[in-house]
C-alpha cells in the first residue's frame, strides 16, 4: 500500500469544525482513501472512504483534491465523543489488506 | 457492538504458554483479517483468510498461525510466548464478494493478552 502522511496530534474546540489534513503524493491512480478512527479502548472504526469525488456520510465528510494526492476529513461539528485516533490509508483495486500509519491522535478541547 | 465478536476480552498467561483467541465475524461476511496493537508498533496486519483460504500474510510470526473454519470462525494461536507478545489483537471481517479497494473492514473489540 502507498504510504501517506498525517499529523501526528491535532487539537480543536467542541462544537467547531475539524479538518484533518493526509498527504499521499504516491497515490496510484486505482488507490481509494480510506479514513478509520480508534477511539480510546476500542478497535478501529470505518469512517468513510472515497476514490476521485467528494463523499459525505452521517459520520463525516472527505475532500480529495484534484491531482488526488492529499485529502482531507471534515468532522463538521466536533464532540467530546470525536477523540479518537484518525487513520488515513490507501487501499489498491486488488489490495488484500489495510495497512495502518501513527494517525492523528485528535484532542477536543470541551 | 460492530457484529464481530472476540473472545475472550482479556488473558493472562505467563512465559512458554499456549494461547487461542476466537473471532466471529459480522453475519454475511466472508473476510477475516488480523491485526496485532502494542504500545510501540501500531497496529500490524498479521494475516487474512477468505472464505477458510489463507490470502495475504503480513508480520506474522512463525509461532502464530490461524485458521478459518466452515463457518467462517476464525482462531489464532500464538505459542511459546514471550513477553513481547503483549499486546491487543483485533480481528476485523469484510464482505469482499470481489477485489475492491473500496471493501471496508469491521473491527471487533480486541483480545487484550498479558505475558508474564
Known amino acids: 500500500d502507498a504510504k501517506t502522511t498525517q499529523p501526528n496530534s491535532m487539537e480543536s474546540n467542541e462544537e467547531e469544525p475539524v479538518h484533518l489534513p493526509c498527504n499521499h503524493s504516491?497515490?496510484?491512480?486505482?488507490?481509494?482513501i480510506h479514513w478509520y478512527r480508534q477511539l480510546p479502548s476500542q478497535g478501529p472504526e470505518y469512517v468513510i472512504h472515497g476514490l476521485t469525488s467528494n463523499v459525505n456520510n452521517r459520520m463525516a465528510s472527505l475532500a480529495i483534491a484534484e491531482d488526488r494526492k492529499s485529502s482531507t476529513l471534515i468532522l463538521h461539528r466536533a464532540t467530546l465523543r470525536d477523540a479518537a485516533v484518525y487513520y488515513c490509508?490507501?487501499?489498491?483495486?486488488?489490495?488484500?489488506?489495510?495497512?495502518f500509519g501513527t494517525g492523528t491522535r485528535l484532542t477536543i478541547i470541551p | 457492538d460492530s457484529g464481530v465478536t472476540q473472545t475472550p476480552k482479556h488473558l493472562i498467561t505467563a512465559t512458554g504458554q499456549r494461547v487461542t483467541l476466537r473471532c466471529s465475524p459480522r453475519?454475511?461476511?466472508?473476510?477475516v483479517y488480523w491485526y496485532q496493537q502494542s504500545l510501540d508498533q501500531g497496529l500490524q496486519f498479521l494475516i487474512q483468510?477468505?472464505?477458510?483460504?489463507?490470502?495475504a500474510k503480513g508480520n506474522i510470526l512463525e509461532r502464530f498461525s490461524a485458521q478459518q473454519f466452515p463457518d467462517l470462525h476464525s482462531e489464532l494461536n500464538l505459542s511459546s510466548l514471550e513477553l513481547g507478545d503483549s499486546a491487543l489483537y483485533f480481528c476485523a471481517s469484510s464482505v469482499e464478494r470481489a477485489l475492491s479497494g473500496a471493501n471496508v473492514l469491521t473491527f471487533g473489540a480486541g483480545s487484550r493478552l498479558t505475558v508474564l
Open positions: 504516491t497515490i496510484s491512480g486505482t488507490d481509494y
Open positions: 490509508i490507501l487501499r489498491d483495486v486488488v489490495g488484500e489488506k489495510l495497512t
Open positions: 483468510y477468505y472464505n477458510g483460504e489463507e490470502r
Open positions: 453475519s454475511g461476511d466472508l473476510s
